[in-house]
């Protein structure tokens, strides 16, 4: 073998990594697509092209699977807070660029809709409440701190950035859950509107 063919050889470590890459990806697609509770291993391994065996070996059992699918999405969902973060640096601070990022990160993709079933799954499956009590404050706090460091542009509401940021965050969730049954968005988007002048 020639030491360019053994360098292009992914390693041990390499294989692994991709490997839980394609379970949490299955994970996320068939919870957005069919929901928590119908989100099984059988579907998740057959969806990644992975043995059951070797799902077992990385995720011993389809709580840990969907539990490590929980901290996924909010790791996602956390890179763009900071991505977001670092462009309010550069936009003077603008809590409606804020408020407009929020709505594209619960409109455009999956994310928000998986979390959305989690939230709810975390109602009343106790091994799965704790994870998302936790990584959900965590998004939270995230979220709001980059309230503290903003500015609206006229405040109509005499409260803080932080506290606007938490209540549009939990409108937004609203609408995401309306949406699986009233798939209307121009209609969300209009209230949403009406949001953003009630109070900046």
Not at 1 to 12: D, G, L, S, W, Y
Not at 94 to 119: I, P, Q, S, T, Y
Request: net charge positive; aromatic share 6%.
């Amino acid at each position: 073998m020639t030491e360019a063919a053994h360098k292009e050889r992914p390693t041990q470590e390499q294989r692994t990594d991709a490997m839980r890459a394609r379970l949490l990806e299955a994970t996320l697609d068939i919870i957005s697509e069919e929901g928590w509770a119908q989100t099984s291993t059988q579907k998740i391994c057959k969806r990644a092209g992975v043995s059951r065996g070797a799902q077992t070996h990385h995720f011993p059992t389809r709580d840990s699977l969907l539990i490590a699918a929980v901290r996924e999405i909010v790791g996602r969902y956390q890179r763009d807070i900071d991505a977001v973060a670092d462009n309010q640096a550069r936009r003077n601070h603008r809590l409606e660029a804020v408020f407009d990022f929020l709505w594209e990160a619960c409109f455009e993709g999956n994310l928000l809709k998986c979390w959305m079933e989690v939230m709810v799954a975390a109602r009343t499956d106790e091994a799965l409440r704790p994870a998302v009590r936790e990584t959900d404050a965590k998004a939270l706090k995230s979220m709001c701190s980059i309230g503290d460091k903003s500015q609206a542009k006229s405040s109509k509401a005499q409260v803080s950035s932080a506290d606007l940021i938490e209540l549009t965050v939990y409108l937004l969730r609203g609408m995401v859950v309306q949406a699986g049954v009233h798939p209307n968005q121009k209609a969300r988007q209009r209230l949403f509107e009406v949001w953003k002048r009630l109070v900046l």
